[in-house]
């Protein structure tokens, strides 16, 4: 086999016999075609490529480049980049000598340059960025072949990007001073504005610490803004109530406008936090349908007669599934823009069964709504056309928290409308299966009669301006109101007589909490006295203490209509 092999070797080299020439030339023919094709394939990939391709040689410089190259360098003809090591620095590498010192250091040890971003010089004399990869060939003399790409519109992209930050940056911090000043502004037009601005400060504070977070910055400060506006509610109330001359009551009015809409926009901008913020988790339980519609509608009756409108209520006898909190969320929110928006006419609570659904629905024979804006009233800070600013009221966030709460429970929203004739929102609840065991008494009947002039409460707050607007809009109602800022001064001012029901904050001074105030009162007497809490705090556990105690809870600031709605029907409880 050896010996074959030699022939074969010699037959190619043209040193066997003129047989052994001609046998093996066929196959050389053949060998060199395919050399060939490989070459002219290479030589058309070479020539066609999109990025650039050079081969160089430490000693010689450029020996060839392809066309791309030549572009990108703005030259016409490939042989005008052909140039000798020193013209490299001259004519090419920006960073000059240095450069190609560094790049012919790297070559000379065997090693490639992969992934080398550098800047090249244009035959104009502008630059561009590229990417290189250089590579030594594999048994040559310091010969390297490279291949280039145009990065310059990527570098100027991320510089860009750069710009846009940079200026994003400026605008938030332009946009959070702006709101800073709008704060300051805001607590010199409120009572107590030194304590205030105090609280705010330590919010502020508390707030950068944790990322200056936007939802913890709301949810700190809203205890401590919301004391001193639920005073001023109160107060303000029981001015609404007295008689007045026209010129005072027409100064009250428009206080009470001003202190409605501030209240409204804390309470939409909270509740749109703790959405964001999934701080928020349904608490579903049973619960008959009155149990959820007649507050509502004791609430709302004096809302809507106050505006000149009828407030109808219809109510089926059903049990439905659901948070009890947020579905009251979204039907008051319904209910107080069909009151907002109808000029006149009436408002319908109403609620229809759909299988295994209930439709709860609220009418209103109000403006009505453009179709083209149906899609965008759930959008935040989103408010519908109402021609003057003055009749505008908060900042859109209303419809926003609905949208978010439905989701949240999976309950499906509609809303039908016609311009001039009204509108029909809607949310459909499931029902369910079996009646709740507890049987209380239709709220609706809260709303029958005066039951509370003459009945005696106790008023327990750790704010006395709250104490003192408490005691005015009570007793202006024919209560026999006692106030208390803690249970020792509770049990002096009670004088050994138990009160028919219990007004107790829910936070009071020393870290006390009015459930455990209200519980040791109970004790005391040996009675189940019936109680309220009033408070600002929204969260969770403050909901899971009052179901243990057996209590309502009112949010601050309150509105004086729900309290009455609330009372009337704790006292006729008993």
């Not at 310059?152 to 991320?158: C, F, I, L, V, Y």
């Not at 949810?219 to 005073?231: E, F, G, R, T």
């Not at 453009?370 to 519908?384: G, H, R």
């Not at 203490?545 to 006292?571: D, F, H, I, M, T």
């Amino acid at each position: 086999m050896a010996r074959r092999s030699d022939e074969a070797l010699a037959g190619l080299l043209g040193l066997g016999s003129q047989s052994a020439r001609k046998s093996h030339y066929p196959e050389l023919l053949a060998r060199l075609e395919e050399l060939e094709v490989e070459r002219n394939r290479y030589k058309w990939l070479f020539e066609h490529a999109v990025h650039g391709i050079i081969q160089a040689s430490l000693q010689d410089g450029v020996l060839a480049a392809n066309p791309a190259m030549a572009r990108m360098l703005g030259y016409d003809d490939p042989l005008q980049v052909l140039w000798a090591p020193d013209d490299l620095a001259r004519y090419l590498f920006v960073g000059g000598f240095d450069e190609l010192a560094l790049i012919r250091d790297r070559l000379s040890q065997g090693q490639a340059l992969l992934g080398y971003e550098t800047r090249l010089r244009r035959r104009d004399g502008s630059t561009i960025d590229v990417l290189m990869n250089l590579l030594l060939k594999p048994e040559s003399e310091g010969v390297f072949e490279g291949f280039v790409a145009d990065i310059t519109e990527r570098k100027q992209a991320q510089q860009r990007l750069q710009l846009l930050n940079d200026e994003l940056e400026q605008r938030v911090a332009a946009r959070t001073f702006e709101l800073l000043e709008s704060n300051r502004n805001l607590q010199r037009q409120i009572e107590e504005r030194e304590r205030i601005e105090l609280a705010l400060r330590e919010a502020r504070d508390a707030a950068e610490t944790a990322n200056r977070s936007k939802d913890k910055y709301l949810a700190a400060a809203s205890h401590d803004l919301l004391q001193p506006l639920n005073a001023a509610r109160l107060l303000i109330s029981t001015l609404r109530e007295r008689a007045l001359p026209s010129a005072e009551h027409n100064l009250v009015e428009r206080s009470h406008l001003a202190l409605e809409g501030a209240e409204d926009l804390l309470a939409d901008l909270l509740d749109i936090s703790k959405l964001d913020q999934a701080a928020i988790k349904p608490d579903v339980d049973t619960y008959r349908l009155e149990e959820l519609l007649a507050p509502l509608a004791s609430e709302f009756e004096g809302v809507a007669g106050a505006s000149g409108l009828r407030l109808r209520v219809q109510i089926a006898d059903c049990a439905v599934h659901t948070d009890f909190r947020l579905l009251t969320r979204i039907l008051r929110n319904f209910l107080s823009n069909a009151c907002r928006y109808t000029e006149a006419g009436g408002v319908l609570l109403g609620s229809r069964r759909r299988g295994d659904f209930v439709e709860l629905q609220v009418w209103d024979s109000g403006r009505g709504i453009a179709a083209d804006q149906l899609d965008s009233i759930f959008l935040e800070f989103n408010q519908l056309d109402v021609g003057r600013a003055a009749e505008r009221k908060g900042v859109g966030l209303g419809l926003a928290i609905v949208e978010r709460i439905a989701r949240m429970l999976g309950y499906p929203v509609q809303v039908r409308s016609q311009p001039g004739r009204g509108s029909l929102f809607s949310i459909r609840v499931p029902l369910a299966r079996q009646h709740p065991l507890r049987q209380v008494q239709p709220a609706a009947q809260a709303v029958l009669g005066n039951p509370l002039p003459g009945r005696r409460l106790l008023v327990i707050d750790n704010e006395a301006d709250i104490l003192h607007s408490m005691a005015a809009l009570l007793g202006q109602w024919g209560c026999e109101v006692v106030t208390a800022l803690d249970l020792p001064e509770a049990l002096e001012n009670l004088q050994g007589r138990a009160p028919e029901v219990i007004l107790a904050d829910f936070h009071l001074d020393h870290g006390v909490l009015g459930c455990e105030v209200i519980q040791q009162l109970r004790e005391r007497f040996s009675r189940t006295i019936p109680a309220l809490i009033i408070s600002a705090d929204r969260s969770d556990a403050c909901r899971r203490q009052l179901q243990v105690l057996g209590a309502p809870l009112l949010n601050k600031p309150v509105k004086p209509g729900k309290l009455r709605a609330v009372l009337s029907q704790l006292l006729q409880e008993t």
